[in-house]
Nanobody, 117 residues
C-alpha cells in the first residue's frame, strides 16, 4: 500500500507563483511514476504533469501548463512549481502514485489552488 499526501495549496493572485508538494509513504519501493492531476468544478479530472520515479525523467506536461509549471522529485516527494498562474488554473490538485508490477494507482486527498483575477 502507498499513501500520498498533498500540501501547499492556497489563494494566489493571477501572475503569481505557488508550489504544491506530494509526499509518498508506505511501499515506496514499488512506485514507478508519480503525477499531478487537477479537477475544476463540473469538469473531468485532467493530467497536469508526470514524472518517472525510477529514472527521474519527466514524462509529460499538459499543453496548457507547458512553460509555466515544473515537476520535480526528491526522495519520493514530488513538487509542482507553478508560475504565471492564471484564473483557469483554479482547481483541486491531486497527486497520483503508480506502482509496479500491476500499475496500481493511489490518490491523495487533493489540495485546493485558487487563482484570483
Amino acid at each position: 500500500q502507498v499513501q500520498v499526501v498533498e500540501s501547499g495549496g492556497g489563494l494566489v493572485q493571477a501572475g503569481g507563483s505557488l508550489t504544491v508538494s506530494c509526499a509518498a509513504s508506505g511501499s515506496v519501493g514499488r512506485i514507478r511514476a508519480m503525477a499531478w492531476y487537477r479537477q475544476s468544478e463540473g469538469k473531468e479530472r485532467e493530467s497536469v504533469a508526470s514524472i518517472s520515479i525510477t529514472s527521474g525523467g519527466i514524462t509529460g506536461y499538459a499543453d496548457s501548463v507547458k512553460g509555466r509549471f515544473t515537476i520535480s522529485t526528491n526522495k519520493h516527494t514530488v513538487y509542482l512549481q507553478m508560475n504565471s498562474l492564471k484564473p483557469e488554473d483554479t482547481a483541486v490538485y491531486y497527486c497520483n502514485a503508480e506502482t509496479w508490477p500491476m500499475g496500481n494507482n493511489y490518490w491523495g486527498q487533493g489540495t485546493q489552488v485558487t487563482v484570483s483575477s
